[in-house]
């Protein structure tokens, strides 16, 4: 009996993680994660071999090769400052002389004194840059129509999606009792996400999208929710493909299971709250959808703030708790801290509160109305005068991605010629295809941008898929099961890189 009982305690949970991940993935999924799972073992054992490994360190040397030539200084004239000058001197022009045509924009010494070094860490010690924080905070929970609801300032999109998930798993944990938290998101969310669950031990289901709306499948994520979901996911506009997930029947399942929603409407903040204002149709996706927990939007995307700028905000204060650090028993003093970060700049802070003050309600409508009139125009040429290409879904505001339809035109070869002719546009996968971003500069462009992708398509349908940075790496990553492992260590060496004097 004993024995028995401790099998039953052993095997249960195991069996319990099984089931739910193969409710959550379904069987075909599942099948395909299991070859994929055998594929990669056998074909890591494979390359494990002497030569294998000869030949794969040889083309990964040469792919690290290849990176540094492209971003560190080459020849016996680059200059490189590895260790601290025995004398120090400035580098610059001094600008206090005034004999600059502006360049520098100087607000006075009172000004850099004032938020230069300023630290929200200490609010006592800089008054005036708490109380820009709270006002940034409260102007985006108005925008999203939550007046009465609470938030925070964060550096950037991601950290505002950690610190969503780090809230929903904590409240989740002392409400609920949750210890083995779980969510459930679109493919198509942004990988935050993904680094989040990382972070911060979540298990992340990835819900496959419509091909056709490009929307999540809302069964799929009601066969996902367990007793272990702290949350789901949705964007209002992803950044694949620019396209919203159906936040009502989002908030439907959020609310009948007692779980978070989070909206990430990082890419589409500015944009997004205008849309009905600047003339343009709109599907709910704010905080007037019953079962919304939590938005973030980056003040530094169209709301033309300094980067390094985002706000997360949360339907009550008493959920933005569980966002909170808090350590009373530190040597060094009571320690609390919002968010990640513990010392912040003033200065951007001071500079978003400027930049929203300066744009305004009519300003944010107009760049609205100019902005998604351009990604309209690109979307409208694309669908009528590119017969080989086709738009993923049906973008919502700012973003338009695009795919072939014809497999002698790929998708990614264009993108390469695309960055031949000074286009940094993004290359997607699942499916391949490419996207732009429009922004206030791509306005008067849009004839230059529709020609350009007519020629580079032609040069594409005229030459053999060559070896441009979009077809290697992309086609490295689908080239096998372990092609996957292959890009995460060419990329790994690119980080490395970025570090390298």
Same mark, same amino acid.
């Given at each position: 009996?004993?024995?028995?009982?401790?099998?039953?305690?052993?095997?249960?949970?195991?069996?319990?993680?099984?089931?739910?991940?193969?409710?959550?993935?379904?069987?075909?999924?599942?099948?395909?994660?299991?070859?994929?799972?055998?594929? /990669?073992?056998?074909?890591?054992?494979?390359?494990?071999?002497? *030569?294998?490994?000869?030949?794969?360190?040889?083309?990964?040397?040469? #792919?690290?090769?290849?990176?540094?030539?492209?971003?560190?200084?080459? $020849?016996?004239?680059?200059?490189?400052?590895?260790?601290?000058?025995?004398?120090?001197?400035?580098?610059?022009? %001094?600008?206090?002389?005034?004999?600059?045509?502006?360049?520098?924009?100087?607000?006075?010494? %009172?000004?850099?004194?004032?938020?230069?070094?300023?630290?929200?860490?200490?609010?006592?010690?800089?008054?005036?840059?708490?109380?820009?924080?709270?006002?940034?905070?409260?102007?985006? =929970?108005?925008?999203?129509?939550?007046?009465?609801?609470?938030?925070?300032?964060?550096?950037?999109?991601?950290?505002?999606?950690?610190?969503?998930?780090?809230?929903?798993?904590?409240?989740?944990?002392?409400?609920?009792?949750?210890?083995?938290?779980? &969510?459930?998101?679109?493919?198509?969310?942004?990988?935050?996400?993904?680094?989040?669950?990382?972070?911060?031990?979540?298990?992340?289901?990835?819900?496959?999208?419509?091909?056709?709306?490009?929307?999540?499948?809302?069964?799929?994520?009601?066969?996902?929710?367990?007793?272990?979901?702290?949350?789901?996911?949705?964007?209002?506009?992803?950044?694949? +493909?620019?396209? /919203?997930?159906?936040?009502?029947?989002?908030?439907?399942?959020?609310?009948?299971?007692?779980?978070?929603?989070?909206?990430?409407?990082?890419?589409?903040?500015?944009? &997004?709250?205008?849309?009905?204002?600047?003339?343009?149709?709109?599907?709910?996706?704010?905080?007037?959808?019953?079962?919304?927990?939590?938005?973030?939007?980056?003040? *530094?995307?169209?709301?033309? #703030?300094?980067?390094?700028?985002?706000?997360?905000?949360?339907?009550?204060?008493?959920?933005?708790?569980?966002?909170?650090?808090?350590?009373?028993?530190?040597?060094?003093?009571?320690? #609390?801290?919002?968010?990640?970060?513990?010392?912040?700049? $003033?200065?951007?802070?001071?500079?978003?509160?400027?930049?929203? *003050?300066?744009? $305004?309600?009519?300003?944010?409508?107009?760049?609205?109305?100019?902005?998604?009139?351009?990604?309209?125009?690109?979307?409208?040429?694309?669908?009528?005068?590119?017969?080989?290409?086709?738009?993923?879904?049906?973008?919502?505001?700012?973003?338009?991605?695009?795919?072939?339809?014809?497999?002698?035109?790929?998708? =990614?070869?264009?993108?390469?010629?695309?960055?031949?002719?000074?286009?940094?546009?993004?290359?997607?996968?699942?499916?391949?295809?490419?996207?732009?971003?429009?922004?206030?500069?791509?306005?008067?462009?849009?004839?230059?941008?529709?020609?350009?992708?007519?020629?580079?398509?032609? +040069? #594409?349908?005229?030459?053999?898929?060559?070896?441009?940075?979009?077809?290697?790496?992309?086609?490295?990553?689908?080239?096998?099961?372990?092609?996957? *492992?292959?890009?995460?260590?060419?990329?790994?060496?690119?980080?490395?890189?970025?570090?390298?004097?």
């Amino acid at each position: 009996m004993a024995k028995n009982c401790l099998l039953v305690y052993l095997f249960a949970p195991r069996v319990l993680r099984f089931w739910r991940h193969f409710r959550a993935k379904g069987f075909c999924r599942s099948i395909r994660d299991l070859y994929v799972f055998i594929a /990669q073992r056998t074909l890591r054992l494979i390359i494990a071999l002497p *030569h294998m490994r000869k030949r794969v360190e040889t083309e990964m040397d040469a #792919a690290r090769a290849d990176i540094e030539r492209q971003l560190l200084p080459q $020849g016996k004239d680059a200059v490189r400052h590895l260790s601290l000058p025995k004398t120090g001197s400035p580098s610059h022009t %001094d600008y206090r002389e005034g004999k600059l045509s502006g360049a520098v924009y100087h607000g006075g010494d %009172d000004m850099e004194r004032r938020y230069c070094v300023s630290n929200p860490l200490h609010p006592d010690v800089f008054p005036a840059i708490r109380q820009m924080e709270a006002e940034i905070v409260a102007m985006c =929970l108005r925008m999203y129509n939550n007046p009465t609801g609470a938030g925070a300032t964060t550096s950037g999109g991601t950290e505002s999606i950690l610190m969503s998930v780090k809230t929903h798993r904590d409240w989740a944990r002392a409400v609920k009792g949750i210890s083995e938290p779980e &969510m459930v998101v679109p493919a198509s969310a942004h990988a935050a996400f993904d680094k989040a669950a990382a972070y911060f031990n979540v298990k992340l289901h990835s819900i496959p999208v419509n091909p056709e709306t490009r929307q999540v499948d809302l069964k799929r994520v009601r066969r996902a929710i367990n007793s272990n979901t702290i949350m789901v996911v949705g964007s209002a506009i992803n950044f694949p +493909d620019g396209c /919203q997930d159906d936040m009502v029947g989002l908030g439907r399942l959020a609310q009948r299971y007692n779980i978070g929603l989070h909206v990430d409407c990082c890419l589409g903040s500015f944009i &997004m709250p205008f849309l009905e204002r600047a003339g343009f149709s709109s599907e709910p996706f704010d905080f007037r959808v019953d079962g919304v927990t939590a938005i973030s939007c980056d003040t *530094h995307k169209y709301g033309f #703030a300094p980067k390094g700028s985002s706000v997360i905000m949360y339907r009550s204060a008493d959920l933005r708790q569980y966002q909170y650090y808090v350590n009373p028993e530190w040597s060094g003093g009571i320690y #609390a801290s919002p968010g990640l970060s513990g010392s912040r700049p $003033g200065a951007l802070i001071a500079g978003t509160w400027a930049a929203m *003050h300066y744009m $305004g309600e009519d300003g944010y409508i107009l760049s609205c109305r100019d902005i998604v009139g351009c990604a309209r125009a690109i979307e409208q040429a694309i669908r009528t005068s590119f017969p080989e290409l086709y738009v993923l879904g049906k973008p919502q505001a700012s973003v338009v991605a695009f795919g072939s339809r014809t497999p002698d035109v790929d998708i =990614l070869e264009v993108g390469d010629k695309m960055s031949k002719k000074g286009w940094h546009l993004n290359a997607l996968q699942n499916p391949p295809g490419l996207h732009i971003a429009c922004t206030r500069l791509t306005i008067p462009t849009i004839n230059t941008f529709i020609r350009d992708l007519k020629d580079a398509i032609w +040069d #594409a349908k005229g030459s053999s898929v060559g070896k441009g940075t979009m077809v290697s790496l992309y086609g490295l990553g689908n080239s096998s099961a372990i092609g996957p *492992h292959l890009v995460e260590a060419v990329v790994s060496s690119f980080l490395d890189a970025l570090y390298k004097a």
